[in-house]
């Protein structure tokens, strides 16, 4: 099993920045996908980013240019939110699972097999 845990969520006024984090443990895996959703009240669950055990990173059109993923080759994984707007409002989830070589990157949340709990971001106007 793999344990993932969010933080650095928050209120923070439009035109803030945030940056997440999710630390993953357990039985972790080199060839991964670790992934970025949000979810607002009464949408469904949305993609945000993602990035590789081989260094890509994918991002949502929504968010490219104003947030980076990240991570530390040490099982964490960050994503610093810059320019925040209301619209980003949401509960954002890390998730994560194996991604075989030369595989495309999921960006559909059944595609991923781990889950951590979220964090409130809140983006006030």
């Known amino acids: 099993q793999v344990q993932l845990v969010e933080s650095g969520g928050g209120l923070v006024q439009a035109g803030g920045s945030l940056r997440l984090s999710c630390a993953a443990s357990?039985?972790?895996?080199?060839?991964?996908?670790m992934g970025w959703f949000r979810q607002a009240p009464g949408k469904e669950r949305e993609f945000v980013a993602a990035?590789?055990?081989?260094?890509?990173t994918y991002y949502a059109d929504s968010v490219k240019g104003r947030f980076t993923i990240s991570d530390n080759a040490k099982n964490t994984v960050y994503l610093q939110m810059n320019s925040l707007q209301p619209e980003d409002t949401a509960v954002y989830y890390c998730?994560?699972?194996?991604?075989?070589?030369?595989?495309?990157?999921?960006?559909?949340?059944?595609?991923?097999?781990?889950w951590g709990q979220g964090t409130q971001v809140t983006v006030s106007s």
């Open positions: 998730a994560a699972d194996r991604l075989g070589l030369g595989a495309a990157v999921p960006t559909r949340g059944p595609d991923y097999g781990y």
């Open positions: 357990g039985r972790t895996f080199s060839n991964y996908v």
């Open positions: 990035t590789t055990w081989s260094g890509g």
